[in-house]
C-alpha cells in the first residue's frame, strides 16, 4: 500500500491510490495549481513592468525608434529575459517584441528600441 502524497498516512482501498481521501487530493491539486498561477502571475507581471517602462521613454517621445543605454532600461527594472516574442528584420538583426514595443541589441551598452 502506498503513503499519502499530503498526509504520509497509508492510503486503503486500491494499490495505485497516492492519496488517502479526497480532501488530500483536492489539497494537492489545489496547491498545484495555485503553484500555476503564481508562475504565470508573475511573468505576466515581469512583461507589463517591461512594457511600461518601454511605453514611459515613448511617451516623452515623438520617434518611433530611440537608441537607450541597456544600464538605463536596467536601472528602471528592464528584465531583458522577457519577452513576448522575437522576430529578424530584413537586415537579419534579431528583435525582442515586449508586446507592441520591440528591442534589438545595438551595441553592448545599447539597444534601439521600437514601436510597433
Ligand atoms: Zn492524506
Same mark, same amino acid.
Given at each position: 500500500m502506498n503513503q499519502c502524497k499530503v498526509c504520509n498516512k497509508v492510503c486503503k482501498?486500491?494499490?495505485?491510490?497516492? %492519496?488517502?481521501s479526497k480532501d488530500c487530493s483536492n489539497k494537492f491539486h489545489h496547491a498545484k495549481r495555485k503553484k500555476q498561477i503564481d508562475i504565470i502571475t508573475t511573468t505576466n507581471a515581469i512583461l507589463l513592468k517591461n512594457r511600461n517602462i518601454l511605453a514611459e521613454i515613448f511617451e516623452k517621445e515623438k520617434r518611433k525608434k530611440l537608441k537607450v543605454e541597456k544600464l538605463f532600461l536596467s536601472k528602471k527594472g %528592464?528584465? %531583458?529575459?522577457?519577452?513576448t516574442g522575437i522576430y529578424f528584420n530584413r537586415e537579419r538583426k534579431l528583435y525582442h517584441y515586449v508586446y507592441d514595443y520591440a528591442w534589438m541589441e545595438f551595441s553592448t551598452q545599447e539597444v534601439l528600441i521600437v514601436r510597433k
Open positions: 482501498g486500491r494499490a495505485d491510490k497516492i %492519496f488517502c %528592464f528584465n %531583458f529575459q522577457y519577452n
